[in-house]
T-cell receptor
Framework: EDQVTQSPEALRLQEGESSSLNCSYT??????LFWYRQDPGKGPEFLFTLYSAGEEKEKERLKATLTKKESFLHITAPKPEDSATYLCAGKDNFNKFYFGSGTKLNVKP | NAGVTQTPKFQVLKTGQSMTLQCAQD?????MYWYRQDPGMGLRLIYY???????DKGEVPNGYNVSRLNKREFSLRLESAAPSQTSVYFC???????????????FGDGTRLSIL
């Protein structure tokens, strides 16, 4: 069964305290692993696409990495404005996306 | 830069009423999707349309119907609303080619639906 699992469900960090979010996936014929950010009352906003094991993408304080079974979203020296829910999704051969339930990140000043 | 537009933003229904949620995208994408998002459950796919003229069931299709009106528009209909359908509904679109491109989805800001 195709599925995506994220951990932890919630993460509280102090400003400047680096950490990582995990996304484990089993998606047949994976055609991309996607990370999104979702703010309260808004739709998910696209962050990164990873396609091949070993690939890395960076944007400001965020870096996403991919292995054959999981992806990590590393947050370096986070700021309060990084507080949001982070979602990952795997896409199959038929353009169908499988979402994890998300990690709610809270960064305290 | 409208992207994906959903209407209405909020709606309250009584059990048994029907309603249609509207979604339109202006990015010329050929795939469109409807999801529901409930606390602790993440995004669950209701229906999707890989290309104009096709629709397929997702994970939770019961109680819903969809219409891909044209390339831009994809509507979701609740024929007889039930309290279990209280949720936030998101529409999304993405580009799809047969070579399996890794294009992401783009989301609207959701419709918050309460069924009493």
């Amino acid at each position: 069964e195709d599925q995506v699992t994220q951990s932890p469900e919630a993460l509280r960090l102090q400003e400047g305290e680096s950490s990582s979010l995990n996304c484990s996936y089993t998606v047949s014929g994976l055609r991309g692993l996607f990370w999104y950010r979702q703010d309260p009352g808004k739709g998910p906003e696209f962050l990164f696409t990873l396609y091949s094991a070993g690939e890395e993408k960076e944007k400001e304080r965020l870096k996403a990495t991919l292995t054959k079974k999981e992806s990590f979203l590393h947050i370096t020296a986070p700021k309060p404005e990084d507080s949001a829910t982070y979602l990952c999704a795997g896409k199959d051969n038929f353009n169908k996306f499988y979402f994890g339930s998300g990690t709610k990140l809270n960064v305290k000043p | 830069n409208a992207g994906v537009t959903q209407t209405p933003k909020f709606q309250v229904l009584k059990t048994g009423q029907s309603m249609t949620l509207q979604c339109a995208q202006d990015m010329n994408h050929n795939s469109m999707y409807w999801y529901r998002q409930d606390p602790g459950m993440g995004l669950r796919l209701i229906y999707y349309s890989a290309s104009e003229g096709t629709t397929d069931k997702g994970e939770v299709p019961n109680g819903y119907n969809v219409s891909r009106l044209n390339k831009r528009e994809f509507s979701l209909r609740l024929e007889s609303a039930a309290p279990s359908q209280t949720s936030v509904y998101f529409c999304a679109s993405s580009e799809y080619t047969r070579v399996g491109s890794n294009q992401p989805q783009h989301f609207g800001d959701g419709t918050r639906l309460s069924i009493l």
